[in-house]
């Protein structure tokens, strides 16, 4: 064997990375022992740049997306009972923050191409007691944000793009986050803009703006206990998806959990308690750092340039994998592919099929949150519950060598060529 085949033999490839230096997480580690949290002026420079960035304002930095949207709904005054009409797949926060409220979750299924709502199921749950509707690109996909806005603005609703996915991506060359009241960022880690953890709300509305910014003050202290556990787990994760100790300690770690039980290390970040809150969480309400806001300027710069990288990734895997089944959008979408979903068969067979030669793979960590049993208004939606279940993330993340892309290509063809199914013409 060559010393190239045997490197790529021995080199195993993650299921994802943070997107910042491991460097860069152990300055932030020591940032969360150490700096002020509270410096105002830094928090109020950050969410300045970020609303430039995003082509919207103002912006309005909170601890967590969730905190951010509970804020929006509650500013609306909505009367108890209003529908709020969310995706069946996000995370199961925004559920409790609604229900919280005395507001009633509706879900619509989602489009296989666009990973977002079908428009003719979004037309048919529309009635004068759905007051919000949340959009969500998911997974970093662009669909028709323009016309689901304009079906929603046309029956009176109040539009929250929630892009945590989708920092960056445009749709008809305006950026997704603008087309609606509010746009939401998660900057949390393994997303594209990570500033360990917050929700970045972004409007041109001056009467949300005021209402965001009144909320924000009564916020509580920041725990520094908190932000040092999100900068630990945001530098283990660093580390353990580095090279050589991915390939030499945590790929090995992560077979031997798929043996003791497969389920364990199919979901991307682990599995969530699907338990419903009797209470939000303190910690829900406690103020963005000025930390955070540091490291939110330092990394905003790269962000652009790693979408680049990691799109064309996307493009050369869609190109020589030997398959249709990847999601398509729209002529007029910008994606910019936070994660490149495959929909299989079988996802755990799947998972352990790329495994076997060296690759590793995981669905989304998001809940199903329109099947969760503690939560009114279950939905037994065909189409989320496929992409739930079996939409396995391929690795595309900016650093991938080209034998890397290689190797992906031949692991995806070798798994449908066995399976009998190839691109059509």
């Known amino acids: 064997m060559k010393k190239d085949?045997?490197?790529?033999?021995?080199?195993?490839?993650?299921r994802g990375v943070i997107y910042h230096k491991v460097t860069d997480s152990v300055r932030y580690l020591l940032a969360s022992m150490l700096a002020p949290l509270h410096k105002k002026e830094k928090v109020i420079e950050f969410e300045n740049i970020f609303a430039s960035y995003c082509e919207r304002k103002h912006c309005i930095a909170f601890p967590f997306a969730r905190t951010a949207i509970y804020f929006?709904?509650?500013?609306?005054?909505?009367?108890?009972?209003?529908?709020v009409i969310l995706p069946p797949i996000t995370i199961k926060g925004i559920v409790d923050v609604v229900v919280d409220l005395g507001l009633t979750p509706v879900y619509v299924d989602l489009d296989a191409d666009t990973i977002n709502f079908r428009l003719d199921q979004l037309r048919e749950k529309l009635n004068p007691n759905v007051k919000v509707a949340i959009i969500t690109p998911l997974f970093g996909l662009v669909p028709d944000v323009s016309a689901m806005v304009a079906l929603l603005k046309a029956n009176g609703v109040f539009v929250i793009e929630d892009f945590s996915q989708c920092l960056n991506g445009r749709y008809d060359n305006r950026r997704v986050g603008t087309f609606g009241d509010v746009g939401i960022y998660s900057a949390?880690?393994?997303?594209?803009?990570?500033?360990?953890?917050g929700g970045l709300a972004i409007t041109d509305d001056q009467v949300i703006h005021d209402r965001l910014r009144n909320a924000q003050a009564g916020l509580m202290p920041a725990r520094r206990t908190a932000l040092i556990k999100k900068a630990w787990v945001n530098l283990v994760r660093n580390v353990a998806t580095s090279e050589p100790v991915f390939s030499l300690l945590t790929f090995p770690a992560l077979q031997l959990v798929r043996q003791r039980d497969p389920e364990a290390a199919l979901k991307q970040t682990g599995h969530r308690d699907k338990g419903r809150l009797a209470t939000l969480p303190l910690l829900w309400f406690c103020r963005y750092t000025s930390v955070q806001a540091q490291i939110g300027i330092e990394q905003i710069k790269g962000v652009i340039a790693q979408d680049a990288a990691r799109v064309a990734n996307v493009e050369f895997l869609k190109t020589y994998c030997e398959i249709d089944d990847f999601p398509k959008t729209t002529q007029e979408s910008r994606n910019v592919y936070w994660q490149l979903i495959l929909p299989v068969s079988n996802a755990l067979e799947a998972q352990a099929?790329?495994?076997?030669?060296?690759?590793?793979?995981?669905?989304?960590?998001?809940?199903?949150v329109c099947a969760l049993k503690d939560y009114p208004n279950r939905a037994d939606l065909q189409t989320a519950q496929r992409i739930y279940r079996n939409g396995i993330f391929i690795p595309c993340f900016p650093h991938l060598s080209q034998s890397d892309m290689q190797r992906i290509v031949m692991a995806v063809n070798g798994y449908f060529q066995e399976r009998g199914h190839a691109k059509e013409g």
């Open 5 to 14: 085949e045997m490197k790529s033999f021995l080199k195993k490839i993650p």
């Open 188 to 197: 949390s880690s393994i997303k594209t803009l990570d500033t360990l953890g």
């Open 72 to 83: 929006v709904l509650k500013a609306l005054d909505l009367p108890k009972g209003a529908e």
């Open 353 to 368: 099929y790329f495994a076997k030669r060296g690759i590793d793979s995981a669905t989304s960590s998001l809940e199903l």
